[in-house]
């Protein structure tokens, strides 16, 4: 079993930042591809921004130029880096993790629990 745990969310004001953490334990032999997503009342989860095991990442077009996706492969974590916040940022976040197992086979797709992020104007 693997638990992926978020820190991190808070509330600031537009222009504020905020640094998400999400850090994977478990069982397992690597982890893939990470990713952090959100949620807003009333929508559908979308993707923020991912990251491979090599590091090239992608971004929604709506976060390009004011967040950051890192990792530290030796920590199993996942960062990001929210500058430059705005209202409509305002939503769940959940981080992800493709995970290899063990015993070869299937991968698997975890999430965390989520992590509230709140902007006010």
């Known amino acids: 079993q693997v638990r992926l745990v978020e820190s991190g969310g808070g509330s600031v004001q537009r222009g504020g930042s905020l640094r998400l953490s999400c850090a994977a334990s478990?069982?397992?032999?690597?982890?893939?591809?990470m990713g952090w997503s959100r949620q807003a009342p009333g929508k559908q989860r979308e993707l923020v921004a991912a990251?491979?095991?090599?590091?090239?990442?992608n971004y929604a077009d709506s976060v390009k130029g004011r967040f950051t996706i890192s990792r530290d492969n030796a920590k199993n974590t996942v960062y990001l880096q929210m500058n430059s916040l705005k209202p409509e940022d305002t939503a769940v976040y959940y981080c992800?993790?493709?995970?290899?197992?063990?015993?070869?086979?299937?991968?698997?797709?975890?999430w965390g629990q989520g992590t509230q992020v709140t902007v006010s104007s």
């Open positions: 990251i491979t095991s090599g590091g090239r990442t």
């Open positions: 478990g069982n397992f032999f690597s982890i893939d591809a």
């Open positions: 992800n993790a493709i995970v290899l197992p063990t015993t070869p086979g299937r991968v698997y797709d975890y």
